[in-house]
């Protein structure tokens, strides 16, 4: 079990500081969304952003593409240090050469759809890919809630991991606090990205961070 703090939800003050509770937490990911104002309407960093700071830490660069035509750009994050780079199914229409070009650049693969996208869009792939993310949220909208809805589609790819003997991890994302994080855990998640949780909650980073912990370990 893993918590990825994401990025996007720390300001410019708190970047420097991320390194240092990263370990001294030890956690080993860190989730960084990238947003083209396309596929999503906001903006997020770049290859740029990522090759800049990843002298400063050892931890896997978990990098999500909210962005259309992926196989355009996909090999950049990894020359720029992404470990893992997950694309949305829905933004390509070429699949299975994004997921070649991302191991043939020399990084893991990860899998997403949006919370609308049944699983069976993305099951023919599911035995390719080392991750899958589960959106728990719509991406790119205002007013975001945890989508209870989707908590089915982890028990539905949980299923499918343990019935063909898939290796793919299980990420989820959106709206994960305290709370939703024990749902996604009986549900068959593994790691756990919390941004607005752990960055704009009632208590500094590190003591959210610790809530999140403790709530884990509340789920035998």
Same mark, same amino acid.
């Not at 390194?19 to 740029?48: Q, T």
């Not at 019935?163 to 998640?189: F, H, L, M, S, W």
């Given at each position: 079990?893993?918590?990825?703090?994401?990025?996007?939800?720390?300001?410019?003050?708190?970047?420097?500081?991320?390194?240092?509770?990263?370990?001294?937490?030890?956690?080993?990911?860190?989730?960084?969304?990238?947003?083209?104002?396309?596929?999503?309407?906001?903006? #997020?960093?770049?290859? !740029? $952003? /990522?090759?800049? *700071?990843?002298?400063?830490? =050892?931890? &896997?660069?978990?990098?999500?593409?909210?962005?259309?035509?992926?196989?355009?750009?996909?090999?950049?994050?990894?020359?720029?240090?992404?470990?893992?780079?997950?694309?949305?199914?829905?933004?390509?229409?070429?699949?299975?050469?994004?997921?070649?070009?991302?191991?043939?650049?020399?990084?893991?693969?990860?899998?997403?759809?949006?919370? #609308?996208?049944?699983? !069976? $869009? /993305?099951?023919? *792939?599911?035995?390719?890919? =080392?991750? &899958?993310?589960?959106?728990?949220?719509?991406?790119?909208?205002?007013?975001?809630?945890?989508?209870?809805?989707?908590?089915?589609?982890?028990?539905?790819?949980?299923?499918?991991?343990?019935?063909?003997?898939?290796?793919?991890?299980?990420?989820?994302?959106?709206?994960?606090?305290?709370?939703?994080?024990?749902?996604?855990?009986?549900?068959?998640?593994?790691?756990?990205?919390?941004?607005?949780?752990?960055?704009?909650?009632?208590?500094?980073?590190?003591?959210?961070?610790?809530?999140?912990?403790?709530?884990?370990?509340?789920?035998?």
């Amino acid at each position: 079990m893993s918590i990825a703090p994401s990025l996007l939800n720390a300001s410019i003050l708190e970047i420097k500081d991320l390194f240092n509770i990263l370990e001294e937490k030890n956690i080993d990911y860190l989730h960084i969304d990238v947003m083209d104002g396309c596929f999503v309407p906001d903006m #997020a960093f770049g290859p !740029s $952003f /990522i090759k800049d *700071i990843r002298p400063f830490t =050892d931890v &896997v660069f978990d990098v999500h593409l909210m962005i259309e035509t992926p196989e355009k750009i996909v090999k950049k994050f990894v020359e720029a240090g992404a470990d893992i780079v997950t694309f949305h199914i829905e933004a390509t229409n070429h699949a299975m050469r994004v997921i070649q070009m991302v191991k043939e650049a020399g990084a893991k693969v990860g899998i997403t759809f949006n919370p #609308a996208t049944p699983v !069976s $869009f /993305i099951e023919p *792939i599911l035995s390719v890919v =080392d991750q &899958v993310l589960v959106m728990t949220i719509n991406p790119g909208t205002e007013n975001k809630h945890f989508i209870l809805e989707t908590v089915s589609k982890i028990e539905q790819l949980d299923l499918l991991r343990k019935k063909n003997n898939y290796r793919y991890v299980i990420e989820v994302d959106g709206k994960i606090d305290n709370q939703t994080i024990k749902t996604c855990k009986k549900a068959g998640a593994d790691i756990f990205v919390s941004g607005g949780y752990i960055f704009n909650g009632e208590d500094n980073p590190r003591e959210q961070i610790n809530k999140l912990y403790q709530s884990l370990e509340e789920v035998r």
